[in-house]
């Protein structure tokens, strides 16, 4: 093998290995992470399922709606309690209960992660200045 099919050989296997670290998708995170409360609407938490109660949350809005949570509302633990997840792992979980709940959401893009990001910014700053 020469250098140069190595390089390509490297560089198919980081792609696929990429591809694997990306691959969990918003169904899976769903159901190990969000479930546990939202499946039975514990504590209040709005039901996966339950149109009338994710309307309002709907309406405000992907970019909103997906900051907040992963910061936190009341009851709602921030990044839905684990600390590893990613804004991008919690964006797709919470695509995957609102399409199930009456929504019609994409997986965000780049662009859509960079809005959240900041509104996420913003969101602490705002809860950091009330304390
Ligand atoms: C420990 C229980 C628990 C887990 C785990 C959890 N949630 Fe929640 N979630 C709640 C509760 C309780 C509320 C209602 C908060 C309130 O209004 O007081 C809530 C509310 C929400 C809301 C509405 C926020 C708003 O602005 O009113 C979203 C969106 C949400 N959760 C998404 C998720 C996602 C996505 C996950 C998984 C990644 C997750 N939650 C995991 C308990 C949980």
Redesign the pocket.
């Known amino acids: 093998m020469n250098i140069k099919n190595l390089a390509s050989l490297i560089t198919f296997a980081t792609l696929l290995f990429s591809g694997v670290a990306f691959a969990q998708s918003g169904e899976a ?2 159901k190990q ?2 479930m ?3 499946a039975a609407g ?5 039901k996966f399922g339950d149109k009338a109660k994710w309307a309002p ?1 709907i309406a ?1 809005g992907q970019v909103t ?2 900051a ?2 992963y910061v936190g ?5 921030a ?4 600390p590893n ?1 990613s804004i991008e792992g ?1 964006s797709d ?2 695509v995957y ?1 609102v399409n199930n709940s009456g929504g019609n959401w994409k997986s965000p893009n780049a662009q859509t992660i960079a809005a959240i990001n900041k509104e996420v910014e913003s969101r602490k700053a705002g809860l950091n200045k009330k304390q």
């Open positions: 995170t769903y992470v969000c546990s409360c939202h514990l504590v209040n938490a709005p949350l405000e709606l997906t907040h949570a509302v009341r009851a709602m633990p990044k839905g309690g684990n997840l919690f979980a919470l209960m």
